[in-house]
Nanobody
Framework: QVQLVESGGGLVQAGGSLRLSCAASGSIFRINAMGWYRQAPGKQRELVAAIARGDSINYADSVKGRFTISRDSAKNTVHLQMNSLKPEDTAVYYC??????????????WGQGTLVTVSS
Protein backbone atom coordinates (compact mmCIF):
# COMPACT_ATOMS: atom_id res chain seq x y z
CA GLN A 1 0.00 0.00 0.00
CA VAL A 2 1.03 3.59 -0.61
CA GLN A 3 0.34 6.61 1.55
CA LEU A 4 0.44 10.25 0.48
CA VAL A 5 0.74 12.70 3.35
CA GLU A 6 0.20 16.40 2.71
CA SER A 7 1.25 19.33 4.84
CA GLY A 8 1.40 23.10 4.64
CA GLY A 9 -2.19 24.22 4.31
CA GLY A 10 -3.67 26.97 6.42
CA LEU A 11 -5.16 30.43 6.50
CA VAL A 12 -3.51 33.29 4.66
CA GLN A 13 -4.50 36.77 3.54
CA ALA A 14 -4.94 37.59 -0.11
CA GLY A 15 -1.58 38.29 -1.70
CA GLY A 16 0.20 35.97 0.69
CA SER A 17 2.04 32.72 0.11
CA LEU A 18 1.86 29.11 1.22
CA ARG A 19 3.93 26.05 0.41
CA LEU A 20 2.30 22.64 0.25
CA SER A 21 4.29 19.45 0.54
CA CYS A 22 3.38 15.83 -0.10
CA ALA A 23 5.44 12.78 0.78
CA ALA A 24 4.74 9.34 -0.64
CA SER A 25 5.68 6.22 1.28
CA GLY A 26 5.00 2.50 1.21
CA SER A 27 5.32 -0.07 -1.55
CA ILE A 28 6.85 2.12 -4.25
CA PHE A 29 8.82 0.83 -7.22
CA ARG A 30 8.52 4.01 -9.26
CA ILE A 31 6.35 7.10 -9.31
CA ASN A 32 5.43 8.60 -12.66
CA ALA A 33 3.44 11.81 -12.47
CA MET A 34 2.76 13.65 -9.22
CA GLY A 35 0.43 16.56 -8.89
CA TRP A 36 -1.96 18.72 -6.98
CA TYR A 37 -5.70 19.00 -7.39
CA ARG A 38 -8.15 21.16 -5.52
CA GLN A 39 -11.82 21.14 -4.74
CA ALA A 40 -13.71 24.22 -3.63
CA PRO A 41 -17.11 23.96 -1.92
CA GLY A 42 -19.80 23.12 -4.44
CA LYS A 43 -17.32 22.63 -7.26
CA GLN A 44 -15.68 19.69 -8.97
CA ARG A 45 -12.13 18.67 -8.22
CA GLU A 46 -9.75 20.28 -10.69
CA LEU A 47 -6.11 19.94 -11.64
CA VAL A 48 -3.88 22.66 -10.25
CA ALA A 49 -0.46 21.46 -11.38
CA ALA A 50 1.22 18.21 -12.34
CA ILE A 51 4.81 17.20 -12.94
CA ALA A 52 5.88 14.10 -14.82
CA ARG A 53 8.87 11.96 -13.99
CA GLY A 54 10.73 13.63 -16.85
CA ASP A 55 9.86 16.99 -15.24
CA SER A 56 7.36 18.17 -17.85
CA ILE A 57 4.84 20.38 -16.07
CA ASN A 58 1.23 21.37 -16.57
CA TYR A 59 -0.51 24.21 -14.75
CA ALA A 60 -4.12 25.26 -14.66
CA ASP A 61 -4.49 28.59 -16.45
CA SER A 62 -5.80 30.15 -13.26
CA VAL A 63 -2.53 29.57 -11.38
CA LYS A 64 0.07 30.12 -14.09
CA GLY A 65 2.66 32.65 -12.99
CA ARG A 66 1.64 32.36 -9.33
CA PHE A 67 2.13 28.70 -8.41
CA THR A 68 5.23 26.56 -8.89
CA ILE A 69 5.32 22.78 -8.64
CA SER A 70 8.50 20.85 -7.96
CA ARG A 71 9.43 17.31 -7.03
CA ASP A 72 12.27 15.34 -5.54
CA SER A 73 12.06 11.93 -7.19
CA ALA A 74 14.69 10.46 -4.87
CA LYS A 75 12.57 11.35 -1.84
CA ASN A 76 9.17 10.75 -3.48
CA THR A 77 8.03 14.23 -2.58
CA VAL A 78 6.20 16.97 -4.44
CA HIS A 79 5.78 20.59 -3.45
CA LEU A 80 3.52 23.42 -4.50
CA GLN A 81 4.70 26.97 -3.88
CA MET A 82 1.69 29.25 -4.00
CA ASN A 83 2.27 32.99 -4.28
CA SER A 84 -0.07 35.94 -4.78
CA LEU A 85 -2.91 33.90 -3.38
CA LYS A 86 -6.47 34.96 -4.12
CA PRO A 87 -9.71 34.22 -2.28
CA GLU A 88 -10.74 32.05 -5.23
CA ASP A 89 -7.79 29.77 -4.46
CA THR A 90 -9.62 28.68 -1.30
CA ALA A 91 -10.13 24.92 -1.50
CA VAL A 92 -9.06 21.57 -0.19
CA TYR A 93 -5.85 20.66 -1.99
CA TYR A 94 -5.15 17.01 -2.74
CA CYS A 95 -1.86 15.39 -3.61
CA UNK A 96 -2.01 12.81 -6.41
CA UNK A 97 0.53 10.27 -7.59
CA UNK A 98 0.68 7.59 -10.27
CA UNK A 99 2.56 4.78 -8.54
CA UNK A 100 4.05 1.53 -9.74
CA UNK A 101 4.34 -0.83 -6.79
CA UNK A 102 6.12 -3.34 -9.04
CA UNK A 103 7.27 -3.24 -12.66
CA UNK A 104 3.75 -3.89 -13.91
CA UNK A 105 1.38 -3.05 -11.03
CA UNK A 106 0.18 0.53 -11.36
CA UNK A 107 -2.37 2.57 -9.40
CA UNK A 108 -3.35 6.13 -8.74
CA UNK A 109 -3.24 7.33 -5.14
CA TRP A 110 -4.64 10.38 -3.36
CA GLY A 111 -3.74 12.16 -0.18
CA GLN A 112 -6.27 13.05 2.46
CA GLY A 113 -6.35 16.71 1.50
CA THR A 114 -5.19 19.90 3.15
CA LEU A 115 -7.33 23.01 3.48
CA VAL A 116 -6.14 26.31 2.08
CA THR A 117 -8.18 29.36 3.03
CA VAL A 118 -7.42 32.76 1.53
CA SER A 119 -9.13 35.70 3.20
CA SER A 120 -9.87 38.92 1.37
Amino acid sequence: QVQLVESGGGLVQAGGSLRLSCAASGSIFRINAMGWYRQAPGKQRELVAAIARGDSINYADSVKGRFTISRDSAKNTVHLQMNSLKPEDTAVYYCNADVYSTVINYREFWGQGTLVTVSS
